[in-house]
């Protein structure tokens, strides 16, 4: 596996995705990691990543000097570069200007880490200092017309830097490049596999949990259902599945949840009507961070009371939380450097004071990363490649406050736009398609009668892993369709709009 060092680069879990892609196991880590925790991990090289601070800011991330000495692999990434520059004895300047934008690299060297690759290549480059001397030892390996290092290596100690980002779709070849260092230099096999994980995974659990019980929150979305499928597989009989209804589901939801896990999977499963719990919960409600604590707090305290009246001691808590989940967040293995953006309601909603322990084994995964598990674990395709849906729910598709009514006709227009988007043959091409209740009317004429009525919005992107998303250009006669049928099939709605924001600078949910 390989380590990177997280220095608050936007583009550092781009890079774990490239050398997830590549069949080798990473993970994002805090700057502050010791050499210890590293090598307890097994790791066979470290990433310095990018990030926004100058080497000379009073408070810039640095990373421990004894990682310089340790014999592992090394990869320096923009900052990452300056850092080891620095760190080893080399120049680093304080660049009067940013260098943002594609730029040619011409190599110099084309062994080791470009090995492979023609001497010319398109590069992005996003920096203000810049290395104006190496380290003792080290040679150039890359220059552009604005910066006359732009890569530099020493290849006896295996350490390795770039000035320019090979991780981004603006460097074609950059993919080479990070496969070059983790192949060629660190040695490292394509080895991480589904079924790898899968092992490694039921042992942990085995080890977590012992002879205790475990009590599962199952929503029947897909990460929740291979967490059980997971669970079911490692613990057996020590499972139990518990499904809360929160009022807040898609149109019929609960009904085929109820029928597939217990009929169709034969897991134990714990039927919990709690809507009119949540309802209470959320009234008079409207921001946006403060639903989905109350959410996620309300979901935790439900567990808790319905434990009690059930057989058994059930002392962990198992969730489906992602990896994107915990990065935006905020929360992890790189704290100092995250960014909360939004609360995910089973990671930043969860209250201090909970009795669970809680079990996460699919929280280093990505999306498409955990399709692959639960395809491994025999679940079925409807629902290993069912769209993402939020845990608090259509509660943060209802912009303002969340009502009965509101849920019922929000119910009702996703409903179609699901059913239109499959029966275009869409679904599985897009990521997510969904409808957004907006906290506005508007004026409109239906059957000569004047109406002012609510307004959707309907939201349709493309994505790998919701960290980034690009909104999905859906033909004009499925839109056509979409708006045609929810306008008239449901009457409390007299507009429907389509949101073509892309993420960022807009998230995916509204909320």
């Known amino acids: 596996m390989i380590v990177i060092l997280d220095f608050g680069s936007q583009y550092s879990k781009i890079i774990a995705r490239k050398i997830r892609e590549a069949k080798v196991y990473c993970e994002v880590v805090s700057h502050k990691i010791t050499l210890d925790e590293i090598k307890a991990k097994g790791a066979k090289g470290i990433i310095l990543s990018g990030g926004p601070s100058s080497v000379y800011d009073e408070k810039a ?38 260098e943002y934008g594609p730029a040619n690299l011409y190599i110099d060297n084309n062994f080791d880490l470009f090995e492979g690759l023609w001497l010319e290549m398109a590069i992005w480059m996003s920096h203000g200092d810049s290395v104006v001397r190496m380290p003792e030892g080290f040679q150039r390996l890359g220059h552009t017309e604005n910066t006359p290092i732009a890569a530099m290596g020493h290849a006896k100690k295996k350490m390795y830097a770039v000035q320019f980002h090979p991780e981004v779709t603006h460097t074609p070849k950059g993919t080479e490049l990070i496969q070059n260092f983790i192949y060629r230099i660190c040695g490292c096999t394509a080895s991480w596999t589904a079924g790898s994980f899968i092992d490694n995974a039921v042992a942990e659990i085995k080890e977590t949990v012992k002879d205790k019980n475990v009590l599962c929150a199952l929503s029947g979305g897909v990460d929740s259902s291979v967490t059980s499928a997971l669970l079911k597989q490692a613990i057996g009989d020590q499972l139990t599945c518990m499904f809360i209804d929160q009022g807040f589901m ?39 961070e403060k639903k989905r604590k109350l959410i996620g707090e309300e979901f935790i305290r439900v567990f808790e009371e319905e434990t009690e009246k059930i057989k058994g001691d059930f002392p962990f808590l198992a969730q489906g939380t992602l990896y994107p989940d915990v990065i935006e967040s905020g929360v992890g293995d790189a704290p100092e450097t995250a960014v909360t953006i939004k609360s995910h309601h089973n990671v930043g909603g969860l209250p201090k004071d909970m009795k669970f322990k809680i079990i996460e084994p699919l929280n280093k995964l990505f ?79 239906q059957g000569d009668q004047r109406t002012y009525s609510n307004v959707v919005a309907i939201r349709a992107v493309t994505s790998d892993d919701a960290m980034t998303a690009n909104w999905a250009h859906l033909p004009y006669d499925v839109l056509e369709a979409i708006s045609s049928r929810i306008i008239n099939e449901v009457p409390e709605i007299n507009r429907v709009t389509y949101d073509i924001s892309s993420k960022p600078p807009a998230t995916i949910e509204w909320e």
């Open 250 to 288: 898609r149109k019929n939801e609960a009904a085929r949840i109820k029928e597939m896990f217990s009929g169709d999977y034969k897991i134990n499963l714990i039927y919990i009507d709690a809507r009119e719990r949540f309802f209470k919960k959320v009234k008079g409600v409207t921001d946006p």
């Open 61 to 98: 991330p640095k990373c421990r000097p004894e990682l310089f000495e340790s014999r592992l692999p090394m990869l320096g990434i923009c900052y990452g570069m300056q850092l080891m520059a620095m760190n080893l004895g080399g120049e680093v300047v304080k660049g009067d200007k940013h």
């Open 367 to 445: 999306k498409d990363e955990v399709r692959e598990v639960g395809t491994a674990l025999g679940l079925s395709d409807e629902i290993v490649q069912r769209q993402p849906f939020p845990g608090p729910g259509l509660a943060i598709r209802i912009l303002g406050e969340i009502t009965e009514e509101r849920v019922r006709i929000l119910q009702n227009a996703d409903a179609i736009v699901v059913e239109e988007i499959k029966k275009a043959g869409l679904y599985s091409k897009i990521w997510q398609a969904f409808a957004i209740l907006l906290p506005i009317k508007s004026v409109g004429v």
